[in-house]
């Protein structure tokens, strides 16, 4: 069992910035695939970045060329560093660990961000 603890999020004026932290309880292997959702409410859960264990990563259009994910194995700790923040990014972001090697997944508790106009 793997619990991942997200950090980081908070109020932020529309232009800003947050980095936001996704620590794992104990190493996660290179075939987990890591990710980042986010959610408003009355929405589905919807994928923003992921990045496998070889290091692609792929991003929801929304945020291309503004959000990047990144992985500190050292630290069992993956990063979401968002830029030009906007309104429409405000949501609970969810870190996401997911094997693929078998059905194992398991989600964080959730980080709110809210950017103001």
């Known amino acids: 069992q793997v619990q991942l603890v997200e950090s980081g999020g908070g109020l932020v004026q529309s232009g800003g910035s947050l980095r936001l932290s996704c620590a794992a309880s104990k190493t996660i292997s290179s075939t987990y695939t890591m990710a980042w959702y986010r959610q408003v409410p009355g929405k589905q859960r919807e994928l923003v970045a992921v990045?496998?264990?070889?290091?692609?990563?792929n991003y929801a259009d929304s945020v291309k060329g503004r959000f990047t994910i990144s992985r500190d194995n050292a630290k069992n700790t993956v990063y979401l560093q968002m830029n030009s923040l906007k309104p429409e990014d405000t949501a609970v972001y969810y870190c996401?660990?997911?094997?693929?090697?078998?059905?194992?997944?398991?989600w964080g508790q959730g980080t709110q961000v809210t950017v103001s106009s």
């Open positions: 996401n660990a997911r094997s693929t090697m078998s059905v194992l997944e398991y």
């Open positions: 990045r496998t264990g070889g290091g692609n990563t």
